[in-house]
């Protein structure tokens, strides 16, 4: 079935019973329908047993795929899509003879730092490549449980509240690595041999080493055969989760992480206070993406997938506890939101969540801090960009 973006379809009726989102790819298999393409991916392989080097069944082989996948979202799809986009309104504007000023000026000057940002990912690319071999060459050697499992996190980060909150409700034994952002802990080359993107969160299990909060969710579910309800072997089931996991990044993510900033990062890191309709835009962005995801993924059961909790609303509510650290109560005025928020705290339970959020929850206290000088100089553009 066709769905051309450009000629408009995605609009049409038909469509949007396939895919309330109206965006494509979509899948429909009988009664079951699917968005987001690295959930139907993930469908398609486990459905019709494809080639197992497609998605592999080895653990940590098949978390790289997962780790790739997660990475894509915020690194190489939002630039690549900024590229396309701004060829078609080059073309647009060359037909229709406007300025730049009208067609979009904002974007089209913000493509400058894309040619820095390609040449940044081709050299993180070639660097992974030139050491896959070596780490294959070196599980192979792994004495298997012969090194702890460790956790790199910082507890202000979200995705490392994720992965906290996931091991220690499931007593999945791990070393606690703290790497404090603020001190630019991330940068130190010890860190660098656990994740090259200078990320966190990161795992080390042995010589095996990952990325990406996802990632790094599936991988740890896999390996302790944590609870189904978490990541469901039904396949239609756990395609559901990643609908949301794969969802979540553009979304979610996108936004909510945008009211720390306003709020807090930019003036402890600028000195400057942004007007109130920078919070105002973005939290009418947030706003687009509660509506969603009340009435996509939520709609009126307890949890996203149904009366259990899944990876899918723990992501969620570890990224709205953003907000609620910088005083944006976006569960007010939302009750069905709120009502599954005490759910998901309840599952969890509530003394690990308070645990988990303590840092957050209390971040407005942080107004005396030393900020490592090269994070400043590392995050100035990402500063830049929102104070526009
Ligand atoms: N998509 C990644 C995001 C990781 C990420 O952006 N981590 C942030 C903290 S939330 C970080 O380490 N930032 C350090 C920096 O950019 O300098 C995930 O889910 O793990």
Redesign the pocket.
């Known amino acids: 079935m066709s769905g051309d973006e450009l000629a408009g379809q995605q609009h049409s009726d038909g469509f949007g019973k396939v895919n309330v989102l109206r965006k494509v790819p979509a899948l429909k298999d009988g009664d079951f329908t699917l968005p987001e393409s690295p959930a139907i991916l993930a469908y398609l392989s486990q459905k019709y047993k494809t080639p197992d080097h497609w998605y592999p069944l080895d653990m940590k082989k098949r978390a790289w795929v997962d780790e790739y996948l997660?990475?894509q979202?915020?690194a190489i799809r939002p630039s690549v899509l900024k590229i396309f986009w701004l060829k078609r309104l080059v073309k647009i504007r060359r037909r229709k003879k406007c300025t730049c000023d009208e067609m979009f000026s904002d974007f089209i000057l913000s493509s400058h730092t894309d040619r820095a940002q390609q040449n940044m990912w081709r050299q993180i690319i070639s660097e992974c490549k030139k050491t896959q071999y070596d780490r294959e060459e070196r599980w192979r050697a792994e004495d298997a449980g012969r090194m702890g499992l460790e956790l790199y996190l910082?507890l202000l980060?979200?995705?490392?509240r994720t992965v906290y909150i996931f091991a220690k409700k499931n007593n999945i034994p791990f070393e606690f690595k703290h790497v404090e952002?603020f001190k630019g802990q991330?940068y130190r080359e010890e860190f660098g041999k656990v994740n090259i993107l200078?990320?966190?969160?990161a795992l080390k299990d042995g010589v095996f080493t990952l990325?990406?909060?996802?990632a790094i969710l599936l991988y740890l579910s896999r390996k302790y055969n944590t609870p189904d309800h978490w990541y469901p072997s039904d396949i239609q089931k756990r395609a559901r989760v990643d609908e949301y996991l794969s969802w979540h990044?553009t979304n979610i993510r996108a936004n909510a992480p945008k009211t720390l900033w306003i709020k807090v990062l930019i003036p402890l890191f600028t000195g400057q206070t942004l007007p109130p309709e920078k919070l105002q835009e973005v939290m009418d962005e947030l706003a687009i993406s509660l509506k969603q995801f009340e009435e996509k993924f939520l709609q009126d059961k307890p949890f996203i997938l149904g009366s259990e909790i899944s990876l899918a609303d723990l992501v969620a509510i570890v990224e709205l506890m953003q907000p609620i650290g910088v005083g944006c109560d976006i569960f007010e005025d939302r009750p069905k939101l709120s009502e599954w928020r005490n759910r998901v705290e309840e599952a969890v339970g509530k003394e690990l969540f308070q645990e988990a959020h303590e840092i957050i929850l209390n971040i407005k206290e942080l107004s005396n801090i030393q900020i490592d000088p090269q994070?400043k100089a590392?995050?100035a553009p990402v500063l830049r960009k929102i104070m526009k």
Do not use: N
Request: charged share 15%; proline share 9%; hydrophobic share 30%.
């Open positions: 997660a990475w979202h915020s910082d980060s979200q995705p490392c952002l991330h200078k990320k966190v969160p990325a990406e909060s996802t990044h994070l590392h995050l």
